[in-house]
């Protein structure tokens, strides 16, 4: 029978892994979810191993604390939880009034002093002291065994070319995702609401359009009353076009803030660029010229109506006054932005984006396909390992991340130049049925 019940988030499975290994290095005798049988009744059997063993170790990280199920574990441990800080992490209640044993940035070492901590809290003693021939062999057998299976979090710069990338960030925002990025055209999708503080707007006449010449000619305009414009989605595929009119007249992204969210970047063509925000409560603003033309898709006024029967109409709108700033607001749905882009330009400006999980994988027809689209590297920075060269066409996937940011992204030909940073608990890539583990290896690490 086991001593030991391992709880602990999906999202962690390589951390609980390290500590699997490492708890039975010692002689503990440990049961997680990976013993289940294929015929079990999970929950009765989770529950049982909870009632028989003698202690309950829950890896509190901001993944399990807002799992319910790591919860259930630890309300039904009672007496017998025994609490592992692994992130910096606000823990639920009731289990915030009770003391945990900080293991954050523990290097996998059974003889680290903080997972020494562990070992007396289960045992009630600590690490038996061998005669001198004795601890000699255990040392060498032990680091023969380490380099064969303990892998560490490890600290990775990255930089690849990709035709695009998803990642998520903490639920810990606001976030800045983008800051003041200069497009030359940009289609808003997916949106709430739209503000305009004031403006002049003129509409065209749908049944004057002029098929020879693919424009509305002088006589399709007519003036609207001048004043705020609030425009609300009427259905999720609403969209609003916006063209700048005028030489040198340009757009800003001035900027994008969400919560926790589910993010992507794609390049559809060259020079165009596609950023999905699926999360809560995305808001910002874009820095507009002082004319453009803006084709309003499945869109209601707020207050008035269109004075056109249409589904879409085109608007000319004129900001007399500066900020010439629109709001926007979107919620849990998300919200698509086409962007187009001048050459070489960065899509974060000076923001660098704190993410949790990132790949480089996008959904086949049949299966998940890379992203990569040219050479990169994953470089260690923090020790003297070679780097690992990536190819077009591998996979590469890091998730159980510890201060990880997105620190680049910009359009680099038909491509996007994508640099990361941080240190990370799940890091796999390679050819899609030879992926391997890039963590370091503890004999390589220390």
């Not at 998300?334 to 000076?350: D, H, K, N």
Request: some cysteine; proline content about 6%; overall charge neutral.
């Amino acid at each position: 029978m086991a001593s030991v019940f391992l709880s602990y988030a999906r999202a962690d499975f390589e951390s609980a892994k390290g500590f699997v290994q490492a708890l039975e290095a010692c002689g503990h005798s440990v049961w997680w979810d990976q013993d289940l049988e294929a015929n079990d009744q999970w929950l009765s059997t989770l529950e049982e191993h909870i009632d028989e063993v003698s202690h309950v170790v829950v890896l509190w990280t901001p993944r399990s604390a807002e799992s319910r199920m790591v919860c259930h574990e630890a309300s039904r441990a009672g007496g017998k939880l025994v609490p592992v800080l692994l992130e910096d992490t606000k823990l639920p209640e009731p289990f915030d009034q009770k003391n945990a044993l900080d293991l954050r940035g523990w290097d996998g070492r059974v003889s680290a002093e903080p997972f020494q901590k562990l070992h007396r809290k289960l045992t009630g003693r600590r690490f038996p002291k061998p005669a001198p021939w004795i601890a000699a062999a255990l040392t060498l057998g032990v680091a023969a065994a380490a380099s064969a299976w303990v892998r560490v979090p490890t600290t990775a710069d990255i930089d690849v070319l990709a035709s695009g990338v998803q990642f998520r960030t903490h639920g810990d925002g606001p976030h800045e995702v983008l800051d003041s990025v200069r497009v030359k055209g940009l289609d808003l999708r997916g949106f709430d609401t739209l503000r305009l503080a004031e403006a002049r707007i003129s509409i065209a006449d749908p049944a004057r359009y002029d098929l020879q010449t693919d424009s509305y000619p002088p006589n399709a305009w007519s003036e609207l009353p001048q004043g705020e414009l609030v425009l609300k989605s009427r259905s999720e595929t609403a969209s609003l076009m916006i063209t700048a009119l005028g030489p040198g007249a340009g757009i800003g992204m001035d900027r994008l803030r969400t919560g926790a969210a589910d993010i992507s970047l794609t390049v559809p063509e060259p020079g165009s660029l596609s950023l999905r925000v699926r999360g809560i409560s995305a808001q910002g603003s874009v820095l507009l010229p002082a004319e453009f033309l803006a084709v309003a898709d499945s869109c209601v006024r707020q207050g008035k109506a269109w004075p056109y029967a249409t589904q879409q109409v085109t608007l000319r709108i004129r900001l007399p006054r500066e900020p010439r700033l629109m709001q926007f607001t979107a919620e849990d749905r998300g919200m698509l932005f086409g962007l187009e882009l001048p050459s070489q330009a960065s899509v974060l400006g000076r923001a660098s984006v704190a993410i949790e999980e990132v790949t480089f994988l996008t959904q086949g027809a049949l299966q998940p396909e890379s992203t990569l689209a040219g050479p990169g590297q994953i470089r260690y920075p923090d020790r003297s390992a070679r780097p690992v060269d990536l190819a077009s066409g591998m996979f590469l996937h890091l998730s159980a991340l510890r201060d990880f940011r997105l620190m680049e992204a910009a359009l680099a030909e038909k491509a996007l130049r994508v640099k990361l940073r941080g240190t990370a608990g799940l890091l796999r890539s390679g050819p899609p049925k030879g992926e391997k583990d890039r963590r370091l290896t503890w004999w390589r690490s220390f």
